[in-house]
Structure formats: C-alpha cells, structure tokens
C-alpha cells in the first residue's frame, strides 16, 4: 500500500497539481495585493475620492454600546450589525476579472508555445535516414 502511494504521488499530474495549487494561493495574494493596494486606490482617485471598501448598506440597528464609527464598515461588522458590503464585492469581483485575464494571457501564451514546437518538423529516425540512403543506391545501381 506504501509502494502504491510512493507511485501516485511520484506521478506527474499530482506533483503538478501541488505545485499549481502552492503558486495559485502565492499569485491569489499578488492580486488581491494590486487591487487592494493600486487599482482600487487609483479608481477611487479619478472617481473623486470613492473608497470602494467602505461602502455598505445597514440592514440593522446599531448596539447600544457600540464606540467604533457609524461609517466604518469594519467597526459594525465586528459590533455585529447586519451589512451588505456592496464595496467589498466590487473588490473582489475586480480581483476575479484580473485573475481571469492573467490565466487567459498564460494559457494563450502556452498554447502559443505549443503551436511553434508542434511546427517543427521532426527529424526522421535513423533506421529511416539508413533505408533511405539503402533505397537511392539501389535506385542508382539498377
């Protein structure tokens, strides 16, 4: 049963899929990074200041003990008011679209790769080159 276990792990696909899994979640914070940290930013810059993050509908009454601000999405969440972080989906959803166009460019550049090497013709063997050079002096001599 070890042995067989040995074999499957060993097997390419599996090691692949590790290794894709491992650089997916380092390449997921990359671009949460970007959006969070650059896009978002500059988004709300030409849009006049919007912080898309902070906005939020309030869908139920604030506690009465409650010291964090009324407009920080963060500071009602943790007081545990019901919100729908309409701002924080957009974020996210830009987080998808950039992932989305990140692996497209990946996978068309691959293709694209696979394509030139499937171009080149391949060398033929050399039992064939021999029968070859077999077959054109025959040809000569009869």
């Keep these: 049963m070890l042995q067989d276990f040995k074999a499957f792990i ?18 997921g914070k990359i671009v949460s990074s970007l959006t969070d940290d650059l896009i978002m ?26 010291t964090g601000s009324v407009t920080s999405y963060a500071d009602l969440k943790n007081a545990g008011v019901p919100l729908i972080g309409f701002g924080q989906f957009i974020t996210v959803a ?14 068309r550049a691959v293709q694209r790769f696979n394509k030139a090497e499937e171009a080149k013709p391949a060398e033929p063997a050399e039992d064939v080159v021999l029968l070859r050079e077999i077959l054109a002096e025959l040809k000569k001599k009869g």
Excluded: C, M, W
């Excluded at 060993?10 to 390449?27: E, P, R, T, Y």
């Design 10 to 27: 060993n097997k390419g696909n599996v090691v692949d899929l590790a290794v894709a899994v491992i650089i997916g979640a380092a390449f």
């Design 41 to 66: 930013p500059l988004i709300g810059y030409f849009t006049g200041g919007l912080d898309f993050s902070s906005h939020f509908i309030r869908l139920g009454e604030i506690p009465a003990n409650f």
């Design 94 to 107: 830009v987080n998808f679209l950039l992932i989305a166009f990140v692996v497209f460019l990946v996978v």
